[in-house]
């Protein structure tokens, strides 16, 4: 069965420093997104993607933060410049994208845990 | 920001028994409610999902009902399996922003064999 995959697992960075996590959604999917979870706290929307172009972004996705399809197969999210706080699981998801005004199952990858020291 | 609510964060339920994870949102305009279950060191994955304008979805084991009137659904697991034991989260769309899945903070199940 074709899933999301991310990579790498775990990202241990320091403060200040640039990160790069990486996804690979399933291949025949057109929309894609992230979210973060803080430990012990709820997972949160940051960003969906879809045709080249941010379709809807939270607050929380300020200016440190970006997305990019640089191929036909990942879809990055950089942070510019890391900050304790971002220290969360990250997931990236994707899905099919159907007719307007239907909604449309989002398949999770497996997260890539940032650790901001 | 308390729009989907789990108020239990852990259930202990016995093998072959049924589970009741319950949930309640604030908005009004929520179209799709959605579980995912979610176990240790993977993503969230996709259970069930039902519209607002139905009060009941049946997948196998899993039932979805929803009650509108008291902003309320539940998951019901029958017959519950040990393999059952993750966490659930409740979660929902809005009409007006289906791309941004707004989740619960999640119940903890744990099937005891």
């Known amino acids: 069965e074709p899933e999301v995959t991310q990579t790498p697992s775990h990202q241990v960075t320091q403060m200040g420093q640039e990160v790069i996590l990486r996804c690979v959604p399933i291949?025949?999917?057109?929309?894609f997104y992230w979210y973060r979870q803080i430990l012990g706290q709820k997972v949160e929307f940051l960003v969906s993607?879809?045709?080249?172009?941010?379709?809807?972004k939270s607050e929380i996705f300020d200016d440190q933060f970006s997305v990019e399809r640089p191929d036909g197969s990942n879809f990055t999210l950089k942070i510019r410049s890391t900050k304790l706080e971002d220290s969360a699981m990250y997931f990236c998801?994707?899905?099919?994208?159907?007719?307007?005004?239907?909604?449309?199952?989002?398949?999770f990858g497996p997260g890539t845990r940032l650790t901001v020291l | 920001d308390q729009q989907v609510k789990q108020n239990s964060p852990s259930l202990s339920v016995q093998e072959g028994r049924i589970s009741i994870l319950n949930c309640d949102y604030t908005?009004?305009?929520?179209?799709?409610f959605l579980w995912y279950k979610k176990y240790p060191a993977e993503g969230p994955t996709f259970l069930i999902s039902?519209?607002?304008?139905?009060d009941k979805n049946e997948d196998g084991r899993f039932t979805v009902f929803l009650n509108k009137s008291a902003k309320h659904l539940s998951l019901h697991i029958v017959p519950s399996q040990p393999g059952d034991s993750a966490v659930y989260f409740c979660a929902a769309n809005l009409k007006t922003s289906y791309d941004k899945v707004i989740f619960g903070p999640g119940t903890s199940l744990s099937v005891i064999p």
């Open positions: 291949s025949n999917h057109l929309y």
């Open positions: 993607f879809y045709n080249n172009e941010i379709s809807e």
């Open positions: 908005n009004s305009m929520f179209d799709y």
């Open positions: 998801a994707s899905s099919r994208g159907l007719l307007a005004g239907l909604t449309d199952t989002q398949y």
């Open positions: 039902i519209s607002s304008i139905k």
